[in-house]
């Protein structure tokens, strides 16, 4: 391009302002998704006339390919995400669009970090805006770790990741901080809670999915084991009262504290996630253990069971269709009752709230149907072989099936004990009006702090019981 004296006059003095070169020359090939650079001497007679435009060349920050979809998964889980970077606003914004982060039609907002640290002076006017912050472009340290505490501060819960030393405060200030295991360095991985082995945005998603699956896999066992312990207390100390001696005996009171606490802790905590793990809202910072779903599964199996259990105490010998002959096979029916009502009830068990199919997904689970057949079949030898080390007598056909169809019944009746109507206020909920909205990744491990080195940064901040990552650098981009 020859004589080109007033084209790089233009661009000596848009390099004099960035802005004006942003918004003017970059704006197009920004949101074409480039990156463009303009190099010009600073002074017009340090140009060089009689020029010839060899090439231009652009350079591109390629999105990884399954970050957009990890971003929509973070939705659909209820869970913010925010980019935070030192970044200009106009890459920023262009990035954060590209990823399914920024969505100014629904009104999100991208600031830069100047803006962002005026409003720190006015709580209530950030508290407003805070819920609809998406970007933070040329954001420093001190911000990243000022948005992080403010969240905290209304109840939020707050995940961070980040690679440089200078994110090891936000790690530690975090409620949970990822550090990357490939370019973190070892003061970041120190001061962090989990260690991404791979820098990618995709292994947050996957840690959300399983920490939902630990919370709920508790959960799961804890509503078994109560209902098992409540029948079991009861029918025991009310049978003793009134008969003298407690139907379940000591050893046979071992055997469904091994079914209770061993082998259905294996069947139910081994549950693999799945994806309908990420189509809920997380739960709150204060979310009780036992909620009132689980409260209605503990007390409705538990009087079923004992319904049960005393009407086979006080009325079972008189049943001639039973055929009972002695005390200890009387005591024996009672006990194989039990024994079957808490098999059955496991599978009532596997699954929270008001979900009715409580066998789906579970051939994915090969030690829960490993632990099922293992407990029928010790049950039977203890049942027909026990004799006095068990204090069990051998039971006939009509009273093995009697027993198991009593088991079975926990099934349907497992099934209507669901379609009474309980709400869990809590639920979804973390503790504070931002929860719906207001979720975030930094790409520091803690709260929201951009590198020194002014690289792109992005964090996540979830609620309670949930984890969360960071987004741009190399965990957004290849």
Partial sequence: LKRTSSSMKRLSLISQSQD???KKELKRRSSSKRRSIVAAPPEEQDIDYDLTLIGIVGIEDPIRK??????EACKAAGITVRMLTGDNILTAKTIATRCGILNEKEGGVALEGP?????LNNKSKLDRLLPKIQVIARCSPEDKLQLVKRLREKGEVVAVTGDGTNDAPQLMEADVGFAMGIAGTDVAKDASDIILLD????????????????FDSIRKFVQFQLTVNVAAVVI???GALTKGESPLKAIQLLWVNLIMDTMAALALATEPPTQDLLNRPPYGRHTKLINRRMWRFIIGHSVYQLVVLFTL??????????????????QTLIFNAFVFCQVFNEFNARKLGDELNMFRNIGLNFIFIGVILLTVIVQALIIQFGGL????YPLNIQQWIFSIALGFIELPYGILLRFIPVKDAEEGQSGSPLTEKSRLLDRNRE?????????????????AHETGGNLVCRLLLE
């Fill in 199 to 214: 820098d990618n945005f995709n292994s947050i998603v996957k840690a959300v999915m399983w920490g939902r699956n630990v």
């Fill in 66 to 71: 399954e970050v957009p979809e990890a971003v």
């Fill in 389 to 392: 080390a068990t204090q069990t």
């Fill in 313 to 330: 105490l006080y009325f079972g010998r008189n049943w001639g269709f039973l055929s009972i002959e002695t005390d200890t096979q009387h």
């Fill in 236 to 238: 025991a100390f009310v």
């Fill in 20 to 22: 004006s070169l942003a």
């Fill in 115 to 119: 803006k962002f640290r005026e409003m």
């Fill in 447 to 463: 709260p929201l702090l951009p590198s020194d080195d002014h690289e792109s940064v992005s964090y996540t901040h979830l609620r």
